[in-house]
């Protein structure tokens, strides 16, 4: 999952969401038949059609305004094909006027989306790769949700890695449970914290680490990090003038952690946040690549569910 929450913006021709394709080009866009319904009442949002050359690592970010009434969402299922990396609904401050319902452009590159900031909005919640649960649910406790309101701007952004020898067509769904407001006791937010200017030289190894205090009391549910196949350790720490404890370490990294990263849950009231407390994110990797590794090819991630909130909570390094 990877969070996969730490895009900074995106600069691209807007035009450009087509890879050079071939006769061999294969169709992987999802059908009925490869995403179940949590509920007979779940929305289905379908993404765009995309296509990927063999060998590349892209990244689109599709458009568009919710435009249901006022909502509280309880879970967020996201299905993609066997090259998906990541499925994730950003809330956005672009336009119509800037970016269009159904806009889509290829945001592969980091660098500044005009107009517009892009940050978590849902969390998923499940989430399936060729059919496969890439995660243990991380399902909200009754009466929880995260808001959606009326006229909100999104972005459902889609990241696939295609390693295999021909060009694809893609298309993504993502399927969301409501709850009405009037019923929601508590409100929860995704929290992210994301170093984006690292660069670890060819045949090294790197660290770096950063330091997020946002002075503010939460409960959370679950944190979890976010590395690359280059990562070889990960550790968040909750550092106050009383204490430093581990909230959450993986001293091991291993590929597969991309896509299904171990994840630490709490129930609720477990965990409570000091306001004076600063979380220190550490990350490690080794670089055996001929060139610089840097995000968003390698990332280094701490991503949470916190409550009570109504927006996502955001460090950027």
Same mark, same amino acid.
């Given at each position: 999952? /990877?969070?996969?929450?730490?895009?900074?913006?995106?600069?691209?021709?807007?035009?450009? #969401?087509?890879?050079?394709?071939?006769? /061999?080009?294969?169709?992987?866009?999802?059908?009925?038949?490869?995403? #179940?319904?949590?509920?007979?009442?779940?929305?289905?949002?379908?993404?765009?059609?995309?296509?990927?050359?063999?060998?590349?690592?892209?990244? &689109?970010?599709?458009?568009?305004?919710?435009?249901?009434?006022?909502?509280?969402?309880?879970?967020?299922?996201?299905?993609?094909?066997?090259?998906?990396?990541?499925?994730?609904?950003?809330? $956005?401050?672009?336009?119509?006027?800037?970016?269009?319902?159904?806009?889509?452009?290829?945001?592969?590159? +980091? *660098?500044?989306?005009?107009? +517009?900031?892009?940050?978590?909005?849902?969390?998923?919640?499940?989430?399936?790769?060729?059919?496969?649960?890439?995660?243990?649910?991380?399902?909200?406790?009754?009466?929880?949700?995260?808001?959606?309101?009326?006229?909100?701007?999104?972005?459902?952004?889609?990241?696939?890695?295609? /390693?295999? !020898?021909? !060009?694809?067509?893609?298309?993504?769904?993502?399927?969301?449970?409501?709850?009405? !407001?009037?019923?929601?006791?508590?409100?929860?937010?995704?929290?992210? @914290?994301?170093?984006?200017?690292?660069?670890?030289? !060819?045949?090294?190894?790197?660290? %770096?680490?950063?330091?997020?205090?946002?002075?503010?009391?939460?409960?959370?549910?679950? @944190?979890? *990090?976010?590395?690359?196949?280059?990562? +070889?350790?990960?550790?968040?720490?909750?550092? $106050?003038?009383?204490?430093?404890?581990?909230?959450?370490?993986?001293?091991?990294?291993? =590929?597969?952690?991309?896509?299904?990263?171990?994840?630490?849950?709490?129930?609720?009231?477990?965990?409570?946040?000091? %306001?004076?407390?600063?979380?220190? +994110?550490?990350? /490690?990797? &080794?670089?055996?690549?001929?060139?610089?590794?840097?995000? =968003?090819?390698?990332?280094? %991630?701490?991503?949470?569910?916190?409550?009570?909130?109504?927006?996502? %909570?955001?460090?950027?390094?």
């Amino acid at each position: 999952m /990877t969070l996969l929450l730490a895009l900074a913006a995106c600069s691209a021709d807007p035009d450009d #969401t087509t890879a050079e394709l071939t006769d /061999t080009t294969v169709d992987l866009r999802l059908t009925d038949a490869d995403y #179940t319904l949590p509920s007979p009442d779940a929305d289905v949002w379908w993404g765009p059609e995309i296509e990927v050359a063999a060998g590349e690592d892209r990244v &689109f970010c599709y458009f568009g305004t919710y435009t249901g009434p006022d909502v509280g969402v309880k879970t967020l299922t996201t299905f993609q094909n066997d090259f998906g990396h990541h499925l994730v609904l950003m809330g $956005t401050t672009a336009s119509e006027l800037d970016y269009p319902d159904g806009t889509v452009i290829d945001c592969t590159e +980091t *660098g500044s989306l005009d107009m +517009t900031t892009i940050e978590p909005m849902v969390l998923p919640t499940g989430a399936f790769v060729g059919g496969e649960a890439l995660l243990g649910q991380t399902l909200l406790p009754e009466g929880m949700a995260v808001k959606m309101d009326e006229g909100q701007r999104w972005v459902l952004q889609a990241h696939y890695i295609n /390693t295999g !020898p021909d !060009p694809i067509r893609a298309q993504d769904v993502a399927v969301l449970e409501y709850l009405d !407001p009037a019923v929601v006791e508590t409100w929860a937010a995704p929290m992210a @914290m994301s170093h984006g200017s690292f660069s670890i030289p !060819p045949g090294e190894s790197g660290t %770096v680490t950063m330091d997020c205090a946002f002075e503010q009391e939460w409960s959370v549910l679950y @944190m979890l *990090g976010h590395m690359h196949e280059w990562g +070889t350790s990960i550790k968040l720490e909750q550092i $106050t003038p009383a204490e430093t404890k581990v909230v959450l370490e993986v001293a091991e990294w291993s =590929p597969e952690f991309r896509d299904a990263p171990p994840i630490t849950r709490y129930a609720e009231g477990e965990y409570d946040i000091p %306001v004076d407390a600063t979380f220190r +994110t550490t990350c /490690t990797w &080794f670089n055996d690549t001929d060139e610089p590794l840097e995000f =968003p090819h390698e990332m280094c %991630v701490s991503v949470g569910m916190v409550y009570p909130q109504t927006t996502a %909570v955001i460090c950027d390094y």
